[in-house]
T-cell receptor
Framework: DGGITQSPKYLFRKEGQNVTLSCEQN?????MYWYRQDPGQGLRLIYY???????QKGDIAEGYSVSREKKESFPLTVTSAQKNPTAFYLCASTTGVGNSPLHFGNGTRLTVT | QQPVQSPQAVILREGEDAVINCSSSKALYSVHWYRQKHGEAPVFLMILLKGGEQKGHDKISASFNEKKQQSSLYLTASQLSYSGTYFCGTEPPGTYKYIFGTGTRLKVLA
């Protein structure tokens, strides 16, 4: 079955370290997204990409970086410049055509101490 | 820019009805509705398109008022499984920048 895989499910890091969250999809979707969700809060857009080798900043891109070298993969790096990195991170994708909804991975819960 | 949802939270008894609204300061051309259970990813419920067409697959209905730039989600005869946080999602035309509303927490009690 096609889907989006995020790994790992839980991630623990020390403050000051960069960490990369994985997102892989086999849905053949063109567009991919990263969202951040804090406890009891909504989904805030970090970065998004419509095609390979192209991506745009979302509303809270500071302290994060991404790459889109392959259609299937859209990894997110949380850098040490991110002030409060502890959060639930969700990756999503869509065909980008015909008002298609987003499909989500199961998320990665990052804890930085 | 973020669509505003109302109410922020609602508590129901099983069998009661609820309405969740999603209002945007910009024109809406399509709206998606999602439900998120605690600790899980959001799940797509329904799409509302300009012109009133709706597509969904659950016992939940919705409406889309282009003039008011608002969409409403109707949950009738609520079940315990309806509990969760509901989000509307939309993409301003030509941007690919998909954003979500502020969310509505719904709890159904037995």
């Amino acid at each position: 079955d096609g889907g989006i895989t995020q790994s790992p499910k839980y991630l623990f890091r020390k403050e000051g370290q960069n960490v990369t969250l994985s997102c892989e999809q086999n849905l053949n979707h063109d567009a991919m997204y990263w969202y951040r969700q804090d406890p009891g809060q909504g989904l805030r857009l970090i970065y998004y990409s419509q095609i390979v080798n192209d991506f745009q900043k979302g509303d809270i891109a500071e302290g994060y970086s991404v790459s889109r070298e392959k259609k299937e993969s859209f990894p997110l790096t949380v850098t040490s410049a991110q002030k409060n990195p502890t959060a639930f991170y969700l990756c999503a994708s869509t065909t980008g055509v015909g008002n298609s909804p987003l499909h989500f991975g199961n998320g990665t819960r990052l804890t930085v101490t | 820019q973020q669509p505003v949802q109302s109410p922020q939270a609602v508590i129901l008894r099983e069998g009661e009805d609820a309405v969740i609204n999603c209002s945007s300061s910009k024109a809406l051309y399509s709206v998606h509705w999602y439900r998120q259970k605690h600790g899980e990813a959001p799940v797509f419920l329904m799409i509302l398109l300009k012109g009133g067409e709706q597509k969904g697959h659950d016992k939940i209905s919705a409406s889309f008022n282009e003039k008011k730039q608002q969409s409403s989600l109707y949950l009738t005869a609520s079940q315990l499984s309806y509990s969760g946080t509901y989000f509307c999602g939309t993409e301003p035309p030509g941007t690919y920048k998909y954003i979500f509303g502020t969310g509505t927490r719904l709890k159904v009690l037995a």
